[in-house]
């Protein structure tokens, strides 16, 4: 990689040598208040001449190409090829193929980064609540695993694929307050879910979404899991000059996880 800005948080996992990652955080870009600076994304109200060229300069940082989505909240999984052009809609991305980063914008929801311990295959899941608790029987972690080991499969039939996760910041468990709603929909497949929410009364709740997905991941045959803790350095909310935060600000920029290959 090129020269990254020393903000941004690079994750610490044993991923083979030819899988590269990063998250952005707010330093280093063009955007004036309140999407100050290194707002990625076209769709919050920014000048699109500042996005464009945010978007450059993490691509030059990376040497590699970031293919950006336009996210749902759904579980679409898109395959990236040299092709592809920004904005499809999918909420995660998957590639064998190296200078293409599969790419997630957040400012709140969860970033996943995925790869095997061969280093043939990346992914990332934009994993927001309703992403993990799933559209149709179905969550966003489900979808990513299935394409990626569907994929890899493929391209070597014959080889035996381990996958490890890196943990983005998100809205950490002191700040995300839900509803009965999302905690019956979490529950209702996991039991072991009720341990991430903490009563507020009234019907109201705090939930870890880190922790959420830590289960889903280990329901689903990760086990290997890295990243977010849960701790305050990694909460959206509670960094207002490190991260965008949509629930703290309502009119917020977005940051990017990306996962590359060599």
Known sequence: MAQLHPDWLVPQWPA??????LCTTRPGGMSGPPWNSLNLGTHVGDVPGAVLQNRQVV???MAARPVFMAQVHGHQVATLSADMPDDCTADAACTTLPGLACTVMVADCLPVLLCDTQGQMVAAAHAGWRGLAGLDGE?????TLRSFKATARMDSPQAAMEVIAWLGPCIGPQAFEVGDEVRAAFVAS???AASCFKPLGQGKWLADLAGLARQRLQALGVHRIFGNDGGPGWCTVGNPSRFFSHRRDRISGRQAACIWLE
Do not use: E, I, N
């Open 139 to 143: 969550s966003v972690l489900q979808a």
């Open 16 to 21: 083979p040598a030819r899988v590269k990652a």
């Open 59 to 61: 691509q030059q940082a």
């Open 190 to 192: 996991s039991a072991d």
